[in-house]
């Protein structure tokens, strides 16, 4: 194993103390997720067509990776892992059936899936603090960053899930505001709870 996997290979030995049944698996050499991929070009009108190359998905304690992630930066793929284990514990806190419901049956009607929308919105959050705490406060600042995360909610790629720009900005200007105050205060993320909407 290269030095450069060392971060990404931590963060999966503290996600597999946590979840003892964790496992990772690459989307291409996996028929359900090609199955999936077939499922999201359908539904969204040919606007979701990256979910094999892209995108990483949790589904029943497992993390279905894209094309990609063998290449990808190391401290990226952390970002990444730290995404995906908020979605894990909300399985664990919704349980498997529970997380469907709020997760998968909303896309119909697609555009309005609420459920969805908080679920991904508290996994953001997630993704913007480890940027703050791996990248600094000016990687988390970028606009950039704040527009490819915008796009998640408004666009086909989760069905238009929260296609609403101006109550999702101050989302994300609360979520900001409150991981800036948090390392300047060092108290880290306990306790924090504002993101949520
Ligand atoms: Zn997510």
């Given at each position: 194993?290269?030095?450069?996997?060392?971060?990404?290979?931590?963060?999966?030995?503290?996600i597999?103390?946590?979840?003892p049944?964790f496992?990772?698996?690459?989307?291409?050499?996996?028929?359900?997720?090609?199955?999936?991929?077939?499922?999201?070009?359908?539904?969204?009108?040919?606007?979701?067509?990256?979910?094999?190359?892209?995108y990483?998905?949790?589904?029943?304690?497992?993390?279905?990776?894209?094309?990609?992630?063998?290449?990808?930066?190391?401290?990226?793929?952390?970002?990444?892992?730290?995404?995906?284990?908020?979605?894990?514990?909300?399985?664990?806190?919704y349980?498997?059936?529970?997380?469907?419901?709020?997760?998968?049956?909303?896309?119909?009607?697609?555009?309005?899936?609420?459920?969805?929308?908080?679920?991904?919105?508290?996994?953001?959050?997630?993704?913007?603090?480890?940027?703050?705490?791996?990248?600094?406060?000016?990687?988390?600042?970028?606009?950039?960053?704040?527009?490819?995360?915008?796009?998640?909610?408004?666009?086909?790629?989760?069905?238009?899930?929260?296609?609403?720009?101006?109550?999702?900005?101050?989302?994300?200007d609360?979520?900001?505001?409150?991981?800036?105050?948090?390392?300047?205060?060092?108290?880290?993320?306990?306790?924090?709870?504002?993101?949520?909407?």
């Open positions: 194993m290269s030095a450069a996997a060392t971060h990404t290979e931590r963060f999966l030995e503290e597999r103390r946590e979840f049944s496992r990772l698996i690459h989307k291409r050499d996996d028929r359900f997720s090609r199955l999936i991929d077939a499922a999201l070009r359908v539904v969204t009108l040919g606007g979701q067509r990256e979910y094999l190359t892209r990483h998905t949790v589904i029943a304690g497992r993390l279905y990776v894209p094309a990609c992630w063998d290449d990808e930066d190391d401290l990226d793929r952390v970002i990444v892992l730290r995404h995906e284990r908020v979605h894990l514990r909300q399985s664990r806190r349980g498997f059936i529970g997380m469907a419901a709020i997760y998968l049956v909303p896309i119909f009607p697609l555009g309005l899936a609420y459920g969805r929308a908080r679920i991904e919105w508290e996994a953001y959050t997630e993704s913007l603090r480890a940027t703050a705490e791996l990248r600094g406060l000016d990687a988390a600042r970028h606009p950039a960053l704040r527009a490819h995360i915008m796009k998640q909610f408004t666009s086909a790629a989760y069905g238009w899930m929260w296609p609403f720009p101006g109550q999702l900005s101050r989302w994300y609360e979520a900001l505001a409150a991981i800036e105050a948090e390392s300047s205060t060092g108290r880290g993320a306990a306790g924090y709870d504002a993101a949520t909407p």
